[in-house]
């Protein structure tokens, strides 16, 4: 009997682990799940129907919130322009954030992790706390007003994570396949180019994903950068148009879940990507 029960403890212990997390998965969903069906469902509603009748479904429905901002050029421009934006600092943080982590982690010199140190301390200052001296730099270089004033910060407040992710990567890569294609005849340039980055796709991906995620929900320094409206990104349109139709909740409403799905979108298609680098990323540390 005895034997009989200990056979049976590892399984029972098993399906309460499998319950428990299903339960927290659950959970988590419904807690993000239930305010974006209230947004959609709100859109679709008038604002005497969302004080009348909050939680339930339409009666009737209202697509004019939904077709309003569908059929607003503003949006669109600003879609482009959070677009614009969110590939092209994409690009500057992955392309000089791999060039450093490969130094990092395939060459020795002196200083080398005292170099890395300072890059990774930019981790603990917040982007609120250089937004006056930054200001004051745009404007100097006259760079307010223009989408490099974006694009370069955010390029370089994204660069310390990014490295210290890339550098892991890079740092797994057995040293044997570097010797080998340095015996070939590959210069460390084309080692980086032809074997590494192919080999850190996951790593790559995952950081491009993250870079984009942060680009696009940026407010406080295209706030400071921008004053034309024809340069305004998503999150800045969503606050203008929240003043402008502060009294209708329902239309901002839609506007907000129309705003959110190019990002819902993306994650979704990127989500693969993210979740593999991660795993990779963690196996290979």
């Known amino acids: 009997m005895s034997a009989n029960r200990h056979k049976q403890s590892p399984t029972s212990g098993g399906l309460l682990r499998s319950l428990s997390l299903h339960t927290i998965v659950v959970i988590t969903a419904l807690f993000v799940g239930i305010p974006l069906v209230y947004g ?35 949006f669109w421009q600003m879609l482009w322009n959070s677009t614009y934006i969110a590939v092209l600092t994409t690009l500057v ?31 603990m200052f917040p982007f609120a706390v250089a937004i006056l001296p930054l200001f004051v730099l745009l404007r100097m270089f006259g760079l307010l007003d223009n989408p490099l004033g974006v694009i370069l910060p955010q390029a370089a407040f994204g660069m310390p994570m990014t490295i210290i992710i890339l550098r892991g990567f890079f740092r797994a890569i057995p040293g044997e396949i570097e010797e080998a294609a340095i015996l070939d005849g590959c210069s460390p340039f084309g080692f980086f180019w032809r074997i590494l980055l192919p080999m850190a796709r996951p790593a790559i991906a995952t950081v491009s994903v993250l870079a984009v995620v942060n680009s696009w929900n940026q407010f406080m320094l295209p706030l400071v950068v921008f004053s034309d409206d024809s340069l305004f990104t ?3 349109g969503v606050q203008q148009f929240q003043g402008q139709y502060a009294t209708d909740v329902a239309r ?34």
Do not use: C, D, H
Request: glycine residues 8%; charged residues 10%.
């Open 40 to 74: 959609v469902l709100g859109g679709f509603k008038t604002t005497a129907q969302l004080s009348s009748n909050p939680i339930g479904l339409p009666s009737p429905w209202v697509p004019e919130n939904y077709t309003s901002v569908l059929a607003s050029s503003s």
């Open 93 to 123: 943080v992955v392309a000089v954030s791999a060039l450093a982590a490969f130094v990092f982690a395939r060459f020795a010199f002196r200083g080398r992790e005292a170099l890395f140190t300072m890059f990774a301390a930019g981790l």
């Open 234 to 236: 998503i999150p800045l």
């Open 252 to 285: 901002v409403m839609a506007y907000i879940v129309v705003a959110m799905l190019p990002a819902l979108g993306f994650y979704a298609v990127a989500e693969r990507q993210l979740v593999s680098g991660l795993t990779a990323g963690a196996i290979k540390g």
